[in-house]
C-alpha cells in the first residue's frame, strides 16, 4: 500500500513538474490582419538537444477569424545583421503558401510539422555569438483566396 501511494505522489510531483516547464505559453503578437486573418508571430527558443542545436526562430501563427476556407501567400524578406539577403529575389523559395481552414489556426514548430518551411524563420543561434542575427522580417504582398 505505501509503495502505490509513494509511486502515485512520484508520478504526479514528475508529471505537474512536466506540465510547469511546458506551460509558459508565446508572447504572440500581431503582424497584420487580412480579410479575417491574423498573422502573428512569436519569437521562440528551439533546442534540438540530440543534435546540438540552440535557436531562435520566428514562428508565424495564421488564425482564421472567418467560416471561409482561405489560402493565404506572400513573399518573405528577411534581413540579417541590417542588410536584406533576398528582396531583391524572387525565387520561389521565398514564395510562402498555406491553406488556413474556417475558424482554425495554423501554426508553425521548431523542427518538425506541416509548414516549418513557410511558418517559420531563423532568427540565431542560442549558443553561438559570432554568427549573424535577424533584425527584421517582412510579409510581403500579402494575397488571401477563398480556398
Given at each position: 500500500?505505501?509503495k502505490?501511494?509513494?509511486?502515485?505522489?512520484?508520478?504526479?510531483?514528475?508529471?505537474?513538474?512536466?506540465n510547469?516547464?511546458?506551460?509558459?505559453?508565446?508572447d504572440?503578437?500581431?503582424?497584420?490582419?487580412?480579410?479575417?486573418?491574423?498573422?502573428?508571430?512569436?519569437?521562440?527558443?528551439?533546442?534540438?538537444?540530440?543534435?546540438?542545436?540552440?535557436?531562435?526562430?520566428?514562428?508565424?501563427?495564421?488564425?482564421?477569424?472567418?467560416?471561409?476556407?482561405?489560402?493565404?501567400?506572400?513573399?518573405?524578406?528577411?534581413?540579417?545583421?541590417?542588410?536584406?539577403?533576398?528582396?531583391?529575389?524572387?525565387?520561389?523559395?521565398?514564395?510562402?503558401?498555406?491553406?488556413?481552414?474556417?475558424?482554425?489556426t495554423?501554426?508553425?514548430?521548431?523542427?518538425?510539422?506541416?509548414?516549418?518551411?513557410?511558418?517559420?524563420?531563423f532568427?540565431?543561434?542560442?549558443?553561438?555569438?559570432?554568427?549573424?542575427?535577424?533584425?527584421?522580417?517582412?510579409?510581403?504582398?500579402?494575397?488571401?483566396?477563398?480556398?
Amino acid at each position: 500500500m505505501k509503495k502505490s501511494i509513494l509511486f502515485s505522489i512520484v508520478f504526479f510531483s514528475i508529471f505537474s513538474f512536466c506540465n510547469r516547464s511546458y506551460a509558459a505559453s508565446p508572447d504572440w503578437k500581431l503582424y497584420k490582419s487580412v480579410s479575417g486573418i491574423q498573422i502573428m508571430y512569436s519569437y521562440q527558443e528551439c533546442h534540438d538537444k540530440f543534435n546540438d542545436l540552440h535557436q531562435e526562430i520566428v514562428i508565424f501563427k495564421l488564425v482564421n477569424t472567418t467560416e471561409v476556407n482561405y489560402q493565404i501567400e506572400w513573399k518573405m524578406n528577411f534581413w540579417y545583421n541590417g542588410v536584406c539577403r533576398n528582396c531583391n529575389v524572387n525565387g520561389k523559395e521565398f514564395q510562402m503558401k498555406v491553406d488556413v481552414p474556417a475558424g482554425e489556426t495554423v501554426a508553425g514548430e521548431c523542427y518538425q510539422g506541416k509548414h516549418v518551411r513557410e511558418l517559420t524563420l531563423f532568427s540565431k543561434f542560442l549558443n553561438y555569438t559570432d554568427k549573424s542575427v535577424l533584425t527584421k522580417f517582412e510579409l510581403e504582398n500579402i494575397k488571401v483566396s477563398v480556398k
